[in-house]
């Protein structure tokens, strides 16, 4: 209360100050959570709904971490400053972006601001090419349409980790009231960005596929669907397709229309079946043999492919990762190029088919906690040494290469539909390349269940549910005897055989993983930026022979159900 009564002081706007005082008057339960605590840094960065208080998306609490950030920035490197701003389509991202700009314009910063919506990792990629000392995205992904966000990268153009995370907040924790932040004067200047900048950024991720030009041209005028899903992915996605020479693109008209409303669909999440409704209608109409969404920011992208049956069926984000590490690593070694310093990287619940295939090809694999920070942390530690292929996980992210240090679904899309033209040359569809990769790889089968628990008791939901299972973690799952506890909250291993402990190598996370002796793996974590827990299950079977992959598939679905109502008692 006494966090809000501060709010109702005549340097807030009229507006915010009937917000608040309405709140105080007619819902308590909102007002609790809107001033309860500070928006803090996750693995996405700052995201909350959008409104009046301390816990909310507004043009003060943005103001607030901008002038922490600025002075974050001055304390801890040397001028000329310099920044990249970018935003998505969501409701007040252009004015959050403008004042993000003008905050560090006042706090002597030349300010590269685009001007209008591009995707996330277009800024990413800015912020090396004018060697800015920090970038911000306006965005909050695939939240629903309440919310907002603001992620910070830094001069590598990957989002911040710790300790400059902490440091960050630690600034912004300074920042008491918006009377500290300088929204106007100072001596920095803000310039514009607009088609010049796409074409440097095109040019640069495209260069690193257009592996197979002689398939591309061969199969140019393949059918595919694309769909933005209302977002920022409606300016460069077709620019990139278009540049590789595909001319059989069909649109979603309805979803090119950028709208943070996101009129048609739930939630413009491309991981729900949902979202992709209408662009699934548009491959049946068109006979496309692929579909590709992606998120309001574009760095995620879901894929749909035709299979044996002639239906649109939905790849997961692992197998989209898996085919085409599979055919990076595959066009590499045609081109001998592969010298042996070559590494992917993917994230703890992402599936080990990735280290399998890796393996194969005698490329180097990393493991990484939850988030694409930790997979750019892991390209800056090895530049110079190392080549970097590409990086994935399971929530739908892929990059390519070394030129955006985040996921980015503009070169992850151009790829798909390289690679579909792979498949085609060789009489085959993208499902034919999956099943070929179990057959080949192992089957490895995944699946993500999500559970919401909203507000402040659902928050003490969550502690309680981890704190369960870290003090009575399952001996068997399904029969199956559980050989190893990976707690990353307290960055140990447990060998459950021979009761030996070893020290995980990554920072702390409030992660649990338990590995069975028949490869089932199970993950339980809070999620980083929504109000959800979730649970990660995999499961692994050989494959004897392509006509087993159906029956084999059931086995593994029957599992992954299995394992689902065991945790969800």
């Known amino acids: 209360m006494e966090k809000a009564r501060e709010w109702l002081d005549p340097s807030f706007d009229e507006q915010t100050r009937n917000e608040v005082t309405r709140m105080m008057e007619e819902d308590p339960v909102k007002l609790e959570d809107s001033f309860y605590k500070n928006l803090e840094f996750g693995t996405g960065g700052l995201r909350g709904v959008m409104g009046a208080g301390t816990n909310r998306m507004n043009r003060y609490t943005v103001g607030m971490v901008t002038q922490g950030l600025a002075d974050f920035v001055k304390k801890n490197e040397a001028g000329p400053y310099k920044a990249a701003i970018a935003f998505d389509c969501r409701n007040q991202s252009p004015e959050f972006a403008r004042i993000t700009a003008e905050v560090l314009a006042a706090n002597d910063f030349t300010v590269y601001l685009y001007n209008v919506l591009r995707p996330t990792p277009q800024l990413s990629f800015t912020v090396r090419a004018h060697k800015c000392n920090i970038g911000v995205m306006i965005t ?36 008491a009231t918006p009377s500290m932040v300088k929204f106007s004067g100072g001596k920095g200047k803000i310039v514009m960005l607009g088609e010049e900048a796409d074409t440097l950024y095109l040019d640069a991720i495209l260069s690193l596929i257009n592996l197979s030009p002689k398939a591309i041209e061969a199969f140019r005028d393949l059918k595919m669907v694309y769909t933005p899903l209302h977002g920022t992915g409606v300016q460069m996605v077709p620019k990139a397709l278009g540049t590789l020479g595909f001319t059989n693109v069909f649109h979603v008209p309805q979803q090119d229309v950028t709208d943070g409303n996101f009129p048609t669909v739930i939630s413009p999440n491309p991981e729900e079946p949902a979202a992709l409704k209408l662009a699934i209608e548009k491959a049946e109409e068109t006979g496309a043999q692929l579909l590709m ?94 080549v970097f292929i590409c990086g994935g996980e399971e929530s739908y992210g892929f990059n390519v290469g070394q030129y955006v240090r985040d996921k980015d679904a503009v070169v992850t899309c151009a790829l798909a539909a390289e690679v579909a033209c792979w498949a085609a040359s060789k009489g085959k569809t993208l499902y034919d390349l999956m099943s070929e990769v179990y057959l080949r790889f192992g089957f490895f089968k995944e699946r993500m269940v999500s559970v919401t628990l909203k507000g402040k008791d659902g928050m003490e939901q969550i502690k309680s549910i981890m704190n369960r299972f870290r003090e009575n973690p399952p001996s068997r799952l399904l029969g199956s005897e559980v050989v190893l506890f990976h707690d990353y909250k307290k960055r140990e291993t447990v060998d459950l055989v021979s009761d030996l402990r070893y020290e995980i190598n990554l920072p702390e996370s409030d992660v649990l993983q338990f590995v069975c002796a028949d490869n089932t793996v199970v993950t339980i974590r809070p999620s980083g930026t929504e109000p959800k827990i979730k649970y990660y299950y995999g499961v692994r079977t050989e494959i004897p022979s392509e006509d087993q992959y159906e029956v084999k598939c059931r086995d593994l679905d029957e599992k992954l159900n299995a394992l689902n109502d065991l945790f969800q008692k």
Not at 367 to 385: D, S
């Open 140 to 175: 909050a992904s695939h939240n629903p349409k309440e919310y907002n966000g603001y992620k910070v990268y830094g001069n590598d153009g990957a989002q911040v980790v710790a300790p400059q995370d902490a440091m960050i907040i630690e600034e912004v924790q300074k920042i």
């Open 293 to 386: 969404a992606t998120d309001p920011d574009a760095d995620r992208v879901g894929i749909a492919v035709r299979n044996p049956s002639g239906k649109m069926e939905l790849l997961n984000g692992n197998q989209t990762a898996a085919l085409l590490t599979y055919y990076l690593l595959e066009k590499w070694k045609e081109a001998k190029r592969l010298k042996g310093n070559e590494y992917i990287v993917k994230t703890i619940v992402t599936s080990d088919l990735l280290k399998a295939i890796a393996d194969h090809y005698g490329v180097a694999c990393y493991n990484v906690l939850t988030g694409f920070k930790y997979i750019a942390e892991v390209i800056r530690n090895n530049e110079g040494k190392k």
